[in-house]
């Protein structure tokens, strides 16, 4: 009975395009934000606020360059965690050699460093397209990871090949509590995360699923295929390269390159699918399933059996239980988490009635 | 001329102009197949031409040669007098022509709103940054073409479905939201690819009707194709008749059907 829309007219049409046309969705969402800016930090431990927290929102912005690329541009990649790679040695060494380079500034240079690499790397999808163009972006991730690895002048010349971030500082204000880190990771996505739905929605959008959906038509309304899909690649890995970039400085701190391997770009890519592709919600809660389900699945196994099983044998049942999950998930709902809160949110509009 | 012509002629609020488009001697092969043969005719400022002819006869290609999806080998295309050299799909969509396909394109996973707006592409100038940061100018034409594409789908009556993914619409609905998509560029030369295959009568009438409304209304010069020889003669001011690559038959309706070689090699006789 709480979630009654009847009575809330659209008049304009402005009003019928807003990103979310109800109201009670909308202070949701308000009370989320308010809760994520101000309860959270001050609430949860600082295991949940580094180790869970923030890499699941670096990751769901990461996801979110994903989905504008595959989701609504429809070009599939598996070069993301190349493209991570890129931002977060770009913003290491654009914090190393300029002095006085405020981390901000940094972190988007990084970001528009990663969207040139993704447009030479998104040349091929003017050829090829669909799985092939997946195994082609496979190119970005192996040499990116391959050339930070092999040139020294990348990790500042460390004998080991990892680096330590600088610390992040923003206006002179140093953040380094876990809370704080959190809460500049969160600003972050929040900005970033609007913006991708602003572009999701409007002209920009739309040209992408054109020519997701049909190139053909696409090209015969007067739209560039060459300009529409670079510019979703470059968009896509800005996205990513900021992603890598605070996955780096506000989780890994200590950065080696092969961090960003192939294994990295498949879960980014799982996030995108099982979250359900073009949609803004989507990758959020893929990032969730997927970082969040072999914790939970250790802890209730650690719970069930704890010394009693030997622990390699947990661990292992632990990932055939994730495959099995990811598996029925696409079967039962290949739209992702995106589909079932839509669908959730359509029956609890009728409750307590069945239509 | 007989009376009803004359009615028409004389009711019609964008009288027949001069030639808006003239196609020269067009050649067109594919390796050693010839699709089109030599082929010229006009098409005139607000006129309806239709393009007949048996399967295979070069009707889609000629269409595709219009809007540059193929290059002629031979001959050239003029558009309001400038002559096309290596016309593209881009260019065309620039200078004002739009199209249908014969097999729906539509953006299937859109939805119909969505689908009209993404025609007015190029009528639109918002870079993606305007559209990010939600800039006056992207807003504005944000509603501009929010408005013309509520325009187009009242005209066409589909305001029901407006936020229906397309691909969840019947046959003749899509077919009906194609020609909205291809309107939503404002195009001063629409290319119809077969717009009522497939349709029964009383969508053939409906689809007739928007087609000789658009026409009437905003003066669209319209290039038709179509195997319904009732709908072809009762809407089109000209025909062209091709066969084999090669134009057989060029003019009004009537006198169309009374040309022997288009009645031997299309219309049939009643036996």
């Known amino acids: 009975m709480i979630y009654r829309q009847a009575g809330q007219f659209r008049t304009s049409y402005a009003a019928d395009s807003r990103a979310i046309p109800f109201r009670e969705d909308r202070v949701a969402l308000a009370l989320i934000l308010i809760a994520a800016y101000f309860v959270i930090p001050f609430t949860a431990s600082d295991y949940w606020l580094s180790v869970i927290l923030v890499p699941w929102l670096a990751l769901s912005l990461v996801a979110t360059g994903q989905n ?33 380079m405020p981390f901000l500034v940094a972190l988007i240079l990084s970001g528009v460093i990663a969207a040139l690499v993704g447009v030479v790397f998104g040349l091929p999808s003017l050829r090829v397209r669909g799985i092939y163009l997946a195994v082609a972006t496979l190119a970005a991730q192996f040499f990116i990871v391959w050339v930070i690895d092999k040139f020294g002048w990348f990790t500042n010349y460390d004998t080991s090949g990892i680096i330590t971030t600088q610390r992040m500082e923003i206006f002179g204000y140093r953040f380094t509590t876990p809370a704080e880190q959190y809460l500049i990771v969160l600003g972050i996505v929040t900005a970033l995360t609007w913006l991708a739905d602003n572009m999701a929605r409007g ?88 970082l969040l389900m072999p914790v939970f699945l250790n802890t209730t196994f ?16 632990e990932q055939v239980i994730f495959g099995v999950a990811i598996i029925l998930f696409m079967i039962f709902e290949p739209l992702g988490l995106a589909r079932l809160l839509q669908i959730a949110q359509d029956r609890l509009r009728q409750w307590p009635f069945k239509y | 001329m007989n009376v009803t012509t004359a009615i028409q002629a004389a009711t019609r609020a964008f009288a027949i102009g001069g030639p808006i488009l003239e196609l020269d001697s067009i050649s067109l092969r594919f390796g050693g197949v010839k699709a089109l043969t030599n082929i010229s005719f006009n098409i005139c400022e607000h006129e309806i031409r239709a393009i007949i002819g048996p399967n295979g006869a070069g009707k889609s290609s000629m269409i595709n040669v219009i809007n540059g999806i193929y290059t002629p080998q031979e001959g050239e295309v003029r558009f309001r007098g400038e002559r096309l050299g290596a016309m593209t799909p881009q260019r065309a969509a620039r200078m ?120 009437e209304n905003y003066g669209t010069t319209i290039v038709l194709i179509e195997h319904d020889m009732g709908v072809v003669m009762d809407i089109s001011d000209r025909v062209v008749v091709l066969d084999y690559g090669k134009k057989i038959g060029d003019g009004p309706p009537e006198e169309v059907k009374r040309n022997q070689e288009v009645i031997d090699a299309y219309l049939g006789v009643a036996h």
């Open chain 2, 96 to 215: 004002g022509i739009s199209r249908t396909f014969q097999n729906i394109a539509l953006f299937k996973r859109m939805s119909v709103l969505d689908n009209i707006m993404a025609g007015r592409t190029l009528q639109t100038r918002a870079t993606f940054l305007d559209v990010a940061f939600r800039t006056p100018r992207s807003r504005r034409e944000e509603l501009e073409s929010r408005e013309k594409a509520e325009e187009i789908i009242e005209f066409l009556e589909i305001e029901d479905v407006r936020k229906t993914q397309v691909a969840k619409l019947p046959y003749g609905l899509q077919k009906r939201v194609e020609l909205g998509r291809a309107l939503a560029a404002e195009p001063k030369l629409l290319l119809l690819d077969e717009p009522m295959a497939g349709m029964n009568v009383e969508e053939k009438q409906d689809m007739c009707r928007f087609i000789l409304d658009v026409n």
């Open chain 1, 203 to 290: 002209r920009t959008g739309r040209n992408w699923m054109a020519v997701r959906d049909m190139d053909v038509a696409a090209e015969v309304m007067g739209l560039s295929l060459l300009r529409t899909k670079l510019q979703a690649f470059a968009i896509s890995s800005f996205y990513c390269g900021v992603g890598g970039a605070l996955f780096a400085y506000a989780f890994l701190r200590s950065v080696e390159p092969t961090a960003f391997d192939i294994y990295l770009s498949f879960r980014v890519m799982f996030m995108a699918i099982i979250g359900g592709l073009a949609t803004t919600i989507g990758p959020f809660l893929g990032a969730a399933f997927i």
């Open chain 1, 302 to 317: 650690q719970g069930l059996f704890g010394a009693a099983v030997d622990a390699t044998i947990i661990s292992a049942l």
């Open chain 1, 68 to 100: 504008i690329l595959m989701g609504y541009a429809g070009q599939h990649s598996l070069g993301s965690a190349g493209f991570m790679a890129v931002g977060a040695f770009a913003c290491y060494n654009l914090m190393l050699r300029i002095d006085g």
